[in-house]
């Protein structure tokens, strides 16, 4: 029998390794009965699925692109998309009706029209859409669309405004159950299938921007009684329903009422989480264990703050989160914005943040910051359909995920924060290979399933 070969795949603060193939190690047969610097990978224990790895394109990412030249606005695609040439990413998220990163606020129908008559998205023709094709057709067979609402319509809303918060009107509900259909359809009948919704971005936080709150027996009384009969009335059971889309720390707490209902959770399919509140990833494998065939999706994250070029914690981060959230059952991850500008928007309330590539668009230029290449070594990777397995590590100085794509190939993703580089021991099936992982880096080491 042939050795193994395995390659590996290295980023690294102190030196130009950015998603660079460093030389193969080989795995040796463990004649000594190595003990110690083992990082164990069970291929034969299996968890949950990956459906993939992805992004949101805003209103904000599409105009940035616009503004810039065609070449640099599809080298922002290719970057993401492209599974040879960038990083491998197949989903997307976008927003129904205008987000903190719009240039404004609007919606799809004129004011009072219960009916949705007037229903029109010729606004997300102009930049949103073109770019999610363009995602679209890169991505190819692989590709999945999801949305999500910040607000609905001022004249549905308690507060007459889409920014600060506010709620649904009671009479309205049926109303905004159907509008989630109508953006369903105008969407497919410009190519763009719905994979799933989320029933409301952030349904705890009264932002500056668009926002709606619900309480959880609001959104479950939502989805129960207005939201999952219009979509199975429809035929449209095919889209995946997601709660909560808010912060991991009462991800629990939502699923719980939820999914405690018979009548609302056979319309939800899953629960979406962001990471604003902390780790809590304990959270999330509570929630698995008591609804295990509910999916755990992160639909959001990103560097608060305005633009950090150079930034190095803020890829750390982003691996910290999603070797976390992957380690507690999470089967799908979407960054925030996949382009900003050089100041970190457009965004029509100032809530400026960071994204893993910036955009000059006074210079017609490009930054990829290292949160670009810290996602990639999962998203490039770990491929849909890919299936994570048992491993264990020696030391909570590194943080570890592994994971078995369906072409056989074994992808461990070694995270190292601290200041000092780390010796340590591949171990699969008896058979070792030692390696160090530098300070400041994260390494992806890839090989055959025996």
């Not at 590996?8 to 030389?23: C, M, N, P, Y």
């Not at 989320?198 to 009384?221: F, L």
């Not at 999470?330 to 500008?341: G, K, Q, Y």
């Amino acid at each position: 029998m042939s050795k193994r070969t395995i390659r590996v795949i290295q980023t690294e603060q102190h030196s130009g390794d950015r998603l660079t193939e460093k030389a193969p190690l080989t795995l040796q047969p463990d004649s000594k009965g190595v003990e110690n610097q083992l990082l164990n990978v069970y291929d034969d224990l299996e968890y949950q699925r990956i459906i993939g790895f992805g992004g949101a394109i805003t209103e904000a990412s599409a105009v940035t692109a616009a503004k810039l030249s065609d070449k640099i606005s599809k080298e922002i695609i290719d970057a993401y998309f492209d599974k040879e040439n960038g990083i491998g990413y197949s989903i997307v998220r976008t927003h129904i009706n205008s987000c903190d990163f719009s240039e404004g606020n609007y919606t799809y129908v004129k004011d009072g029209d219960a009916a949705l008559e007037s229903f029109d998205i010729s606004h997300d023709k102009e930049a949103i859409i073109p770019y999610i094709q363009q995602a679209k057709q890169t991505a190819g067979e692989e590709f999945v669309l999801y949305a999500s609402p910040w607000s609905p319509p001022p004249w549905m809303k308690t507060n007459g405004e889409m920014n600060n918060g506010g709620k649904l009107k009671p009479e309205y509900r049926d109303a905004w159950a159907r509008y989630y259909l109508k953006f369903i359809e105008a969407y497919e009948a410009e190519g763009l299938p719905i994979w799933g919704l989320t029933v409301q971005n952030e349904a705890k936080a009264v932002q500056i921007w668009d926002s709606c709150i619900y309480t959880a027996e609001e959104e479950r009384d939502f989805v129960r009684d207005h939201l999952g009969p219009v979509l199975h009335g429809a035929n449209r059971s095919d889209i995946r329903l997601m709660i909560w889309d808010h912060n991991k720390e009462r991800v629990y707490d939502r699923a719980n009422t939820a999914f405690n209902d018979p009548e609302a959770s056979k319309y939800i399919w899953g629960i979406g989480f962001h990471w604003y509140s902390g780790d809590h990833f304990e959270a999330l494998t509570a929630t698995h264990d008591k609804f295990p065939d509910k999916q755990l999706v992160f639909t959001e994250g990103c560097h608060e703050g305005g633009v950090q070029l150079g930034s190095w914690k803020s890829g750390e981060r982003y691996a910290h989160d999603i070797i976390g959230n992957l380690n507690n059952w999470m089967s799908a991850w979407t960054d925030w914005n996949i382009v900003l500008d050089e100041i970190g928007g457009p965004n029509h309330v100032g809530n400026y943040c960071d994204a893993p590539i910036i955009a000059d668009t006074t210079k017609d230029s490009l930054t990829y910051q290292s949160s670009y290449y810290y996602i990639g070594h999962f998203s490039k990777y770990i491929r849909p359909d890919a299936v994570r397995v048992g491993s264990s590590k020696f030391t909570d100085k590194l943080e570890t995920t592994a994971f078995k794509n369906t072409d056989g190939t074994l992808a461990l993703v070694v995270l190292n924060r601290t200041d000092e580089d780390i010796a340590y021991i591949v171990r699969n099936r008896d058979e070792i290979a030692e390696t160090v992982i530098p300070a400041h880096a994260i390494q992806t080491l890839l090989f055959p399933c025996p």
